[in-house]
């Protein structure tokens, strides 16, 4: 008998080369899932004596989740042996990269090869495609709260509690937006056969 493949969440940024991609050792134990819409009174001039509100417009759709991040002492990349800079350093490495524009995760590179800085900066942050089970998004990370827990002989770090939240991308022309719009009004109207008419 052979056992069911656990699948794994994941956030990603697919604009650099290589791709920066956390899948997560361990699976969020919850997800906050938060929108918030914004209602104003109806003006009774114009619209008679009917009480309630009118929509005027939604706010940011911000998702939200902890989850923890597990290496061996001597490290888990074969790619950085040492045990110094190892452990969990590159998956952490990876996350802080969500927080700044991609410009700076290559200046370093960029001033070891000789280029020159002139001083520009990208005005959009990085993007964050989210993946977990049918959510498939596109955030950006506007959050990112690191707890190192445990450190190996070298004081490099092992264990962390990783605390991230995220702004969904909820654009008109974004396609993964559309595409989970649909999902979401689709499973909406297959709820409707739960519906008892009496």
Known sequence: MTERQVLRG???????IPPLIVTFQFN????????????????????GNWPGKIYTGGGHRTISFD?????????????????????????LAKLRSFLYPMEDAWATLGGLFGEKDEGKRLSAPPDCIFGFGTKILQCIVTELTINETQFNSLLAPVRA?????????????????QLDK???NLLAALGLQNISIF
Do not use: M, W
Request: proline content about 3%.
């Open 161 to 177: 509690d990783v605390g991230i939240t995220l702004v969904v991308n909820e654009d008109s022309d974004n396609d993964l937006y």
């Open 182 to 184: 649909q999902h979401r």
């Open 28 to 47: 969020p134990e919850s997800i906050t899932d938060n929108k918030t819409v914004n209602y104003a009174d109806r003006n009774a001039n114009l619209c």
């Open 67 to 91: 989850f923890k991040l597990h290496g061996l002492e001597e490290g888990t990349n074969a790619l950085n042996p040492t045990a110094l800079d190892n452990g969990i350093s590159t998956e």
């Open 10 to 16: 994941f956030i990603a940024n697919i604009e650099v």
